[in-house]
């Protein structure tokens, strides 16, 4: 029989970890070698030769892989050709996503940095003794609040629960927070103000619907290509409109294409709603039943003056009264945002902005419209909802006594351990290190190190820290190497869960391969990690992810993202995935449903409010020191962020410049002697990097844009956040390029 716990020679009360997930007696031997074991190997519910669905675990899309296995283990994969998402495509990442499980840099072992400052191997019994052992000295030294945790978007909303639930109401920590703030957390502020939750309201079908299709700061063709394939898919031959300072890929296939001034959005936008109101192109009746503050609203943008509107936007107020038009005569019009916007010191702002459009011509709660945020990685939405962070488990809200009561209640503990308020976000938690307030920091799934805003400083602050604990699948990423502790993790492929894609879509992930050396699932190190600190009676019931998709299905009763419809993964699997909500009991009545059908949104008398602020100007201008604006963002579909990960594949490898690069307009490459390819240093007030000009009219004169898979992007970039949502502003900053010689 399996023991709850067990003592170590060292002493420790050693859980089994795997109670459920392995049907043995726990050896000390075990867990030291845990893989040996047969913890890595795929579940029996899979046929050794099976051919099964499981969610992408890269974007946001969710597209499902039909993965092949041979004695139990994947050797292939392909797009699956049924499932509602992506209907037999995907992108190369998809077609590559087992190719980063086999590397040469998979963590196998924990590390632990010895009195030489090297990284040396260590038994997971050690591992957790040092981790519980270093976090709890630091909470009596100074306070339970002195040690934080970064998570992530891109694990199982399991996991990531699990972790949040851990963190916050097992192991007394008040901060916590996860790349979802780099990322959506301007989409879910925006959100909640004007609808009252946080509820992107589409469904992907809405790209085959409409007749215009509007992009504001969104780049799908190269960030979202199966989106995008849903968009070539729409027989109404669209219009579509492409907001966005460069010509990207998705702009040259654009009918109209709104080249505007970086950080302009919010002009043109009111630009827009200003010619709406006066031409009375509006939905009076939507308007009187289902939004509030329209006066107000009218009568702020009646004061933009079009022509200071065109001068400041760089787009002339015919294009802008085009653009207008063409709103009007759409009677499907959807509009779509993404980084270009969230991205901002006024992305709140923006993004309303947007969703007033909506409102004010009734382009929502039909087929083909919506104000529709795309989210980012695999699992935003779920990080969104269950992480823990910003909104307490479900949607809640960490200041409301009666929800911290009803979660409280439902999982069985004493309501004083959850926080009344959601803690530091990400910036603040950063900030805090830099005070000394925040000494000990757990870093899962994600790579600050790179991919946080100014980033040496970023490097500086966590070498800062009494004690860094870093769990990823990498030992090697720039994070990774800061840690004093390093927990080698299982990837995607290797473990199980859900992820819930961006149109509110539940889908189910597999283990399909063995995780290499010791190396556990997150899930099974949070089990450890509960266990080990002394909090495993707390999670008695979070003994596998399945169990745990059904707790937070019982907290989410009564919420607009009610999943209490949902009780298994295999009725995921039969149904093509199952978007949000779908109470107890209720029928799937379609595989595309969107929100708001019936014109009442979540606040209390059912109606959106209508939200607007003065634009601001840019904080960082270009100048004569530094004469060009920089952004950031995707460079190719087959890099993913910090290229942890895609770099493993030889494949995605041929698919994008391996050096980092800058793209330059040929006026100002002409202006500096440049040549195509040359090597030339870009410099910021905060740090120099070296890359190769690309010399392209894509981006105007005067900007330049650098993609964000290089090391040397955030050396560069300016810390500064949405006042609001806290999301840094990736996307703005003032550089001068300086020809090598
Ligand atoms: N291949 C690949 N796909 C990905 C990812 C990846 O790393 N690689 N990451 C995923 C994640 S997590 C995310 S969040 C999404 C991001 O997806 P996107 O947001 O589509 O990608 P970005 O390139 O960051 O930004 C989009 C566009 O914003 C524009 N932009 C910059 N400033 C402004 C501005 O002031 N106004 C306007 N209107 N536009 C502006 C940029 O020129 C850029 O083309 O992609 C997801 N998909
Ligand atoms: N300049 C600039 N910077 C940006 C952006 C930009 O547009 N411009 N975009 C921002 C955005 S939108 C985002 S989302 C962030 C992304 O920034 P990050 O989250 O830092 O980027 P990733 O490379 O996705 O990092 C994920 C890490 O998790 C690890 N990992 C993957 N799967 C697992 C798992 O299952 N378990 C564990 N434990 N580890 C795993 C990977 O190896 C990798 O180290 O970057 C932001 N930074
Ligand atoms: S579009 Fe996104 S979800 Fe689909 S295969 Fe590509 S990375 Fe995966
Ligand atoms: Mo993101």
């Not at 499980?101 to 963590?107: M, N, W």
């Not at 529709?372 to 910003?390: D, E, P, V």
Request: charged fraction near 20%; hydrophobic fraction near 35%; charge should be negative.
């Amino acid at each position: 029989m399996n023991k709850p716990t067990q003592e170590t020679s060292r002493g420790l009360q050693v859980p089994n970890p795997f109670e459920r997930l392995f049907d043995g007696p726990l050896t000390e031997q075990m867990l030291l070698s845990p893989a040996k074991f047969g913890l890595g190997l795929v579940p029996d519910r899979l046929a050794p030769d099976a051919t099964t669905n499981m969610v992408c675990g890269f974007c946001s899309t969710g597209c499902s892989l039909s993965v092949h296995l041979k004695d139990g283990q994947a050797v292939n994969l392909s797009p699956s050709p049924d499932y509602p998402v992506n209907v037999g495509m995907a992108c190369p990442k998809g077609w590559e996503a087992l190719a980063p499980l086999q590397s040469d840099d998979r963590g196998t072992t924990p590390l632990l940095r010895n009195k030489s400052g090297k990284h040396a191997p260590v038994d997971w019994a050690t591992a957790m003794e040092t981790f519980c052992d270093r976090f709890k000295a630091i909470q009596s030294e100074h306070g339970p609040e002195s040690i934080a945790f970064l998570g992530t978007g891109q694990m199982p909303t399991e996991e990531l629960a699990f972790l949040g639930a851990l963190a916050k109401f097992g192991m007394g920590m008040r901060h916590g927070d996860g790349n979802t703030r780099q990322c959506m957390a301007t989409a879910v502020t925006a959100y909640k103000q004007s609808f009252g939750f946080d509820a992107p309201p589409y469904t992907y079908d809405d790209f085959e619907q409409s007749d215009v299709i509007v992009f504001v700061g969104a780049n799908p063709c190269i960030a979202h290509p199966i989106m995008w394939q849903r968009v070539m898919n729409n027989k109404n031959n669209p219009a579509i409109v492409v907001v966005d300072p460069r010509k990207t890929e998705t702009a040259v296939c654009a009918s109209h294409h709104l080249a505007i001034q970086p950080k302009s959005d919010m002009a043109l936008l009111y630009g827009l709603a200003k010619i709406l109101i006066q031409n009375d192109w509006i939905d009076r009746e939507f308007i009187d039943r289902s939004v509030n503050d329209f006066d107000q609203f009218a009568e702020f943008v009646s004061e933009f003056d079009l022509d200071h509107v065109a001068s400041q936007t760089g787009i002339s107020s015919q294009r802008i009264q085009e653009i207008a038009e063409l709103i009007h005569q759409g009677k499907r019009v959807s509009f779509w945002w993404t980084m270009g916007v969230n991205q901002s010191y006024q992305g709140t702002r923006t993004a309303q902005a947007i969703i007033n459009l909506a409102l004010i011509t009734g382009n929502i709660g039909r087929p083909g419209t919506g104000a529709n945020s795309i989210t980012g990685q695999c699992n935003a939405m779920g990080s969104r909802l269950f992480s823990n962070t910003t909104s307490l488990l479900g949607g809640h809200d960490f200041t409301k006594a009666e929800h911290r009561e009803k979660v409280a209640g439902q999982l069985g503990i004493d309501v004083e351990t959850i926080p009344d308020d959601a803690g530091f976000s990400y910036d603040q938690i950063i900030d805090g290190i830099l005070d000394g307030k925040i000494k000990g920091l757990w870093i899962i799934a994600t790579n600050p190190a790179h991919s946080w805003i100014h980033q040496s400083r970023c490097k500086q602050i966590l070498e800062k820290l009494d004690f860094l604990v870093v769990q990823d699948m990498y030992h090697s990423t720039e994070t990774a190497v800061l840690a004093d502790l390093y927990l080698p993790a299982a990837g995607w492929g290797e473990k199980d869960g859900t992820f819930i894609n961006s149109e509110r879509r539940l889908g189910v992930l597999k283990k399909v391969a063995r995780a290499p050396g010791s190396a556990l699932s997150d899930f099974a190190i949070f089990v450890l990690v509960a266990h080990c600190w002394g909090v495993g009676e707390q999670f008695a019931q979070w003994t596998d992810p399945e169990s745990v998709l059904q707790i937070l299905a019982g907290l989410t009763k009564g919420q607009p993202c009610d999943i209490t419809g949902i009780t298994s993964y295999q009725q995921l699997d039969d149904e093509g995935g199952i978007q949000w909500p779908l109470g107890e009991g209720h029928a799937i009545q379609s595989n595309q449903r969107r929100l708001f059908e019936d014109g009442r949104f979540y606040h209390a008398d059912g109606k959106a409010k209508l939200i607007f602020d003065s634009p601001q100007p840019m904080p960082e201008p270009a100048c004569c020191e530094y004469p060009l604006v920089m952004m950031t963002g995707r460079g190719s579909a087959a890099q993913w962020h910090t290229q942890t990960r895609t770099s493993k594949s030889s494949v995605l490898a041929r698919l994008y410049p391996n050096a980092p690069f800058v793209e330059i307009n040929p006026t100002d490459a002409t202006a500096l002697g440049l040549k195509p390819q040359q090597d030339v240093v870009v410099e910021s007030r905060r740090g120099r990097a070296t890359a190769n000009a690309m010399i392209t009219p894509t981006v105007a004169p005067g900007n330049v844009f650098m993609p964000m898979h290089y090391d040397e992007v955030n050396q560069l970039t300016l810390s500064h956040f949405d006042p609001y949502s806290k999301q840094p502003s990736y996307k703005d900053c003032a550089v001068k390029i300086i020809p090598k010689v």
